[in-house]
Nanobody, 126 residues
Framework: GGQLVESGGGSVQTGGSLRLSCILS????????MGWYRQAPGNECELVSS???????WYADSVKGRFTISRDNGKTSLYLQLNSLKPPDTAVYHC????????????????????WGQGIQVTVSS
């Protein structure tokens, strides 16, 4: 099986930008819908954005117009550009292979997903 590894997180001030990357090693994901979930302290996993095999994208209302998802199947890489960041965006972000709903316990999503990244911290200060 493959393994997803995220990078690109960090700490920024309100209004700042980050670019998250997620690389799948040991497999391919051309035929898998991919997405980014995030978990704020004490909360369930929330689907932030998804990109399907046909290239269709979806965004949560809270990030629409600020975040952009993309994928490069040749590089088995998934990306999330985060612009105009706000303190409520603070969370651990996970990339996932297969999408299970828009909000659920992270452990449930992890069990359903074909691939699940370990998560990367994004912190936005005011």
């Amino acid at each position: 099986g493959g393994q997803l590894v995220e990078s690109g997180g960090g700490s920024v001030q309100t209004g700042g930008s980050l670019r998250l990357s997620c690389i799948l090693s040991g497999s391919t994901f051309d035929d898998i819908d991919m997405g980014w979930y995030r978990q704020a302290p004490g909360n369930e996993c929330e689907l932030v954005s998804s990109i399907y095999v046909d290239g269709t994208t979806w965004y949560a209302d809270s990030v629409k117009g600020r975040f952009t998802i993309s994928r490069d199947n040749g590089k088995t890489s998934l990306y999330l550009q985060l612009n105009s960041l706000k303190p409520p965006d603070t969370a651990v972000y996970h990339c996932a292979g297969e999408i299970l709903g828009r909000r659920a316990e992270c452990a449930t999503i992890r069990g359903y997903s074909t691939y699940w990244g370990q998560g990367i911290q994004v912190t936005v200060s005011s």
